[in-house]
């Protein structure tokens, strides 16, 4: 993989349509307050995809 970093979507509607260009997505909330929070960089890029280093399993809500 050659990405630099994570790349996240505002909302919901906006990341299953990206996640559908790969197969069936499988949407994770990320708890992006607690990791600004907690000191983590976040960049937004021309096209709206927010981008931040790494997140970690504590930030991530994995649906049932």
């Not at 349509?17 to 890029?45: C, D, T, Y």
């Amino acid at each position: 993989m050659s990405r630099q970093h994570v790349h996240l979507s505002a909302d919901e509607v906006t990341a299953t349509k990206v996640g559908q260009r790969h197969g069936k997505p499988v949407i994770l909330k990320v708890k992006a307050g607690e990791i600004w929070q907690a000191g983590r960089e976040f960049l937004l890029s021309e096209n709206g995809v927010w981008l931040t280093e790494r997140v970690e399993m504590m930030y991530l809500e994995i649906p049932q």
